[in-house]
C-alpha cells in the first residue's frame, strides 16, 4: 500500500509540476499606424515585357525563316540611328545607364567630398582625366619607361622575355571574376 501511496502522490506532484498558470493578460496595444501604401510601379521605360506579336511578319511561314517571322515588321518599319550599328531596348538602355553613370562622376568631380572617401576618388581621377592642359604639357613623358623597355628589344629571346613579362594567369574567365588587365597579352588560365 506504500507503494501505491507513494506513486500517487508522485503523480499528483508531477500534474502539479505541469499545471498551467493562467497568462496575466497583455498589456493595451497602441493601434499601430496602417503601413504605408505600396510605391507604383513606374511605367516602363523602354517597351513592356514580353514578346513584341505587333513586330512578327505573319506572311512569313515561320518554317521558312523564322527571324523574318519572328521580327520582320520591325526589322522593316525600326530605322537605325546613322551613328549606331544596331538599335534596340538594350541599346536604350546601354544609353541609359551610360548617362546616368556619367552624372555620377561628374556629380563627384563638382561636390567638395570627404578626403579618401570614394566619391573623391571618382571626382579627382575625373578632374585628372578632363585635364587636357597637364595632359599636352605631359606629352608622351609617362610613357617614358615602356617606351625605352620597347627600344631595348634587339633579338627574339629580348621580345620573348617583354611579352612573357607581361603574360597574367589572373585573369579569369571561367570564374568570371576578373576580365581586366594592362597588359597586351593575358591568358585566362585558371589560378591554381
Keep these: 500500500m506504500t507503494v501505491r501511496l507513494l506513486a500517487a502522490a508522485s503523480a499528483i506532484l508531477l500534474l502539479s509540476a505541469c499545471a498551467t498558470v493562467p497568462e496575466a493578460p497583455p498589456p493595451a496595444r497602441i493601434a499601430a499606424a496602417p503601413p504605408p501604401a505600396p510605391p507604383a510601379m513606374p511605367k516602363p521605360e523602354v517597351g513592356t515585357f514580353g514578346f513584341n506579336v505587333a513586330g512578327m511578319d505573319r506572311s512569313v511561314a515561320p518554317g521558312d525563316d523564322f527571324y523574318r517571322y519572328a521580327v520582320g515588321k520591325w526589322v522593316d518599319e525600326t530605322e537605325i540611328p546613322p551613328d549606331r550599328s544596331s538599335v534596340g531596348s538594350f541599346v536604350v538602355i546601354a544609353e541609359k545607364t551610360a548617362a546616368r553613370i556619367r552624372g555620377i562622376i561628374e556629380a563627384s568631380a563638382e561636390t567638395p567630398n570627404a578626403e579618401g572617401s570614394d566619391a573623391r576618388k571618382i571626382g579627382d581621377y575625373f578632374a585628372s ?58 591568358c585566362g588560365w585558371p589560378r591554381t
Design 129 to 186: 582625366f578632363m585635364d587636357e592642359a597637364r595632359i599636352e604639357a605631359l606629352g608622351a613623358e609617362p610613357l617614358k619607361p615602356e617606351l625605352e623597355q620597347i627600344a631595348a628589344i634587339r633579338t627574339r629571346k629580348d621580345l620573348s622575355a617583354a611579352l612573357g613579362g607581361q603574360l597574367r594567369a589572373d585573369v579569369d574567365v571561367l570564374n568570371a571574376t576578373n576580365y581586366y588587365t594592362p597588359r597586351i597579352w593575358a
